[in-house]
């Protein structure tokens, strides 16, 4: 994890160039709000790390942070159900026809299975969970196999995608792992996650609950996601390997851009002097004009 710093020096510099205690506390405040920004780039791999298990994992287009946040919290304060429920509570009928159905359209191929989709979230909507997570399960299969060629849960599907937070392998590859568990003998005690194989194959018959169904909607959310990173993939493999050939600090020191989120709205102008850690910059004191 990264942090925000400015060095001690910087400080000292700044009162030696007279610059008062309130600008010294507004920009302390730009760069604890920096810093909470930069703890926004490891969530995706806390919460798989928390939740993907339990048949959770982030979607890159999908669920606020702050919801993701907040369920970290209850978990490591030892409440699973609670942060089980505040993500459940999340799939409501406009986040599922945005990010599960509307999205899809972008792929010809989804619009066959708008009818599929809908009477799935009709369903949902009417906590007829034992019809509903079927069909989802039948329209994450159809949906995957048509976009891709290949069955997501097709044995040894390659589910990874170059620089994707959904085709990451603690991501879709995870969660498609857990779904497709033989079948085994019946059982009906209640599930926790749509087990793809053992619900289609009418193994699994305690299914029927919103969990399930949640997590269901989440799989074909993740579809959908990985889907789109899938088809930009080769493009921003090639636009990676250009910018490659320049290092952090050209990258950096070009665009200042860091400096300027930091500073913004302060009357300061200054270079950048050394590089110290990845988001820490010392100052150099005769280029700081006020």
Same mark, same amino acid.
């Given at each position: 994890?990264?942090?925000? /710093?400015?060095?001690?020096?910087?400080?000292?510099?700044?009162?030696?160039?007279?610059?008062?205690?309130?600008?010294?506390?507004?920009?302390?405040? =730009?760069?604890?709000?920096?810093?909470?920004?930069?703890?926004?780039?490891?969530?995706?791999?806390?919460?798989?790390?928390?939740?993907?298990?339990?048949?959770?994992?982030?979607?890159?287009?999908?669920?606020?942070? @702050?919801?993701?946040?907040?369920?970290?919290?209850?978990?490591?304060?030892?409440?699973? /159900? /609670?942060?089980?429920?505040?993500?459940?509570?999340?799939?409501? /009928?406009?986040?599922? *026809?945005?990010?599960?159905?509307?999205?899809?359209r972008?792929?010809?191929?989804?619009?066959?299975?708008?009818?599929?989709?809908?009477e799935? %979230?009709?369903?949902?909507?009417?906590?007829?969970?034992?019809?509903?997570v079927?069909?989802?399960?039948?329209?994450?299969?159809?949906?995957?196999?048509?976009?891709?060629?290949v069955?997501?849960?097709?044995?040894?599907?390659?589910? #990874?995608?170059?620089?994707? &937070? @959904? +085709? $990451?392998?603690?991501?879709?590859? #995870?969660?498609? +792992? =857990?779904?497709?568990?033989?079948?085994?003998?019946?059982?009906?005690?209640?599930?926790?996650?749509?087990?793809?194989?053992? &619900?289609l $194959?009418?193994?699994?018959?305690?299914?029927?609950?919103?969990?399930?169904?949640?997590?269901?909607? %989440?799989?074909?959310?993740?579809l959908?996601d990985?889907?789109?990173?899938?088809?930009?993939?080769?493009?921003?493999?090639?636009?990676?390997?250009r910018?490659? *050939? $320049?290092?952090?600090?050209?990258? &950096?020191? +070009?665009?200042n851009?860091?400096?300027?989120?930091l500073?913004?709205?302060?009357?300061?102008?200054?270079?950048?002097?050394?590089? *110290?850690?990845?988001?820490?910059?010392?100052?150099?004191?005769?280029?700081?004009?006020l």
């Amino acid at each position: 994890m990264y942090a925000v /710093e400015l060095s001690a020096s910087a400080f000292k510099l700044m009162n030696a160039f007279g610059i008062k205690n309130e600008k010294l506390a507004e920009l302390g405040a =730009m760069a604890a709000d920096l810093q909470e920004k930069a703890e926004i780039i490891g969530l995706p791999d806390r919460f798989n790390e928390v939740f993907g298990s339990k048949g959770w994992i982030c979607v890159g287009s999908a669920m606020a942070v @702050t919801v993701m946040q907040d369920a970290i919290k209850l978990a490591e304060a030892g409440k699973d /159900e /609670e942060a089980e429920q505040v993500l459940v509570d999340w799939f409501t /009928e406009d986040n599922i *026809n945005l990010f599960a159905i509307k999205r899809a359209r972008r792929f010809h191929q989804a619009r066959l299975r708008d009818d599929q989709l809908n009477e799935a %979230l009709k369903l949902y909507l009417e906590e007829r969970y034992m019809a509903a997570v079927p069909l989802i399960l039948i329209a994450c299969d159809g949906f995957a196999s048509d976009v891709s060629g290949v069955s997501p849960f097709a044995e040894k599907a390659d589910l #990874t995608v170059y620089d994707s &937070i @959904t +085709g $990451h392998h603690t991501g879709l590859p #995870t969660l498609i +792992g =857990m779904l497709v568990k033989g079948p085994y003998k019946s059982r009906d005690d209640e599930l926790n996650t749509p087990e793809r194989h053992k &619900i289609l $194959h009418g193994r699994a018959l305690g299914y029927a609950n919103k969990v399930v169904c949640a997590k269901a909607w %989440l799989l074909m959310m993740a579809l959908v996601d990985w889907a789109i990173d899938k088809d930009s993939e080769k493009e921003r493999r090639s636009d990676a390997e250009r910018k490659a *050939n $320049h290092t952090l600090w050209d990258t &950096i020191n +070009g665009s200042n851009w860091l400096i300027q989120a930091l500073f913004r709205g302060s009357d300061a102008t200054f270079t950048v002097c050394r590089l *110290n850690g990845l988001f820490g910059y010392w100052l150099r004191g005769e280029d700081l004009h006020l």
